[in-house]
């Protein structure tokens, strides 16, 4: 069974570049679209990118000029970077398997997830 | 971006009930449309995708229909265990977005 998990800091200085690594465990990283998804506090979810095992990537153009999408096969891990954070990207930080069939993609499972504080 | 709305935000059940959520696109989606269940401090997880597909595990009261823009979920039977918010998550585009969620509590 397919497992993720987020890990970082959970606190960033204005400015400064959010860095999250998602560890998946008991499966491949192959054939999938790992993704990257948030929520701040009291708000709705919002999809900030996926990378595919290949390296394709594809983000949410609000975040596209920041965000950056890894992957690490050899470590079946895939990480996050988003620079010139502000207070507004204060939100749990969830990673995500997206499950392609034909033209169709949902996502699962899903890590716990991980509070990003952006404050000084 | 395609925009997803839900009604109600919130409601009051009690166990037993039969409760449905809407979910709206304001552009059609075909059947690209995924609902989530999501409580505190627990990894959100799929119910439905593609709109109909009841996700392997995920009990049979919880079903999804809809094409186009509008979307239900429906829980036939209230268990305890469903007292949590409910998203909808359209895959027709990107950027995907979600429904802002629809909170499901104990009356």
């Known amino acids: 069974q397919v497992q993720l998990q987020e890990s970082g800091p959970g606190l960033v200085q204005p400015s400064e570049t959010l860095s999250l690594t998602c560890t998946v465990s008991?499966?491949?990283?192959?054939?999938?679209?790992w993704s990257w998804i948030r929520q701040p506090p009291g708000k709705g979810l919002e999809w900030i990118g996926y990378?595919?095992?290949?390296?394709?990537?594809n983000y949410n153009p609000s975040l596209k000029s920041r965000v950056t999408i890894s992957v690490d096969t050899s470590k079946t891990q895939f990480s996050l970077k988003l620079i010139s954070v502000t207070t507004a990207d204060t939100a749990v930080y969830y990673c995500?398997?997206?499950?392609?069939?034909?033209?169709?993609?949902?996502?699962?499972?899903w890590g716990q997830g991980t509070l990003v504080t952006v404050s000084s | 971006d395609i925009q997803m709305t839900q009604s109600p935000s919130s409601l009051s059940a009690s166990v037993g009930d039969r409760v449905t959520i809407t979910c709206r696109a304001n552009?059609?989606?075909?059947?690209?449309l995924n609902w989530y269940q999501q409580k505190p401090g627990i990894a959100p997880k799929v119910l439905i995708y593609?709109?109909?597909t009841l996700q392997s595990g995920v009990p049979s009261r919880f079903s999804g229909s809809g094409s186009g823009t509008d979307f239900t979920l429906t829980i036939s039977s209230l268990q305890p265990e469903d007292f949590a918010t409910y998203s909808c998550q359209q895959t027709y585009s990107t950027p995907f977005t979600f429904g802002p969620g629809t909170k499901v509590d104990i009356k």
């Open positions: 552009q059609s989606i075909g059947i690209y």
């Open positions: 008991g499966g491949s990283i192959s054939s999938h679209y």
């Open positions: 995500a398997r997206g499950v392609p069939s034909g033209p169709y993609i949902w996502f699962d499972p």
């Open positions: 593609v709109a109909s």
């Open positions: 990378i595919y095992y290949s390296g394709s990537t």
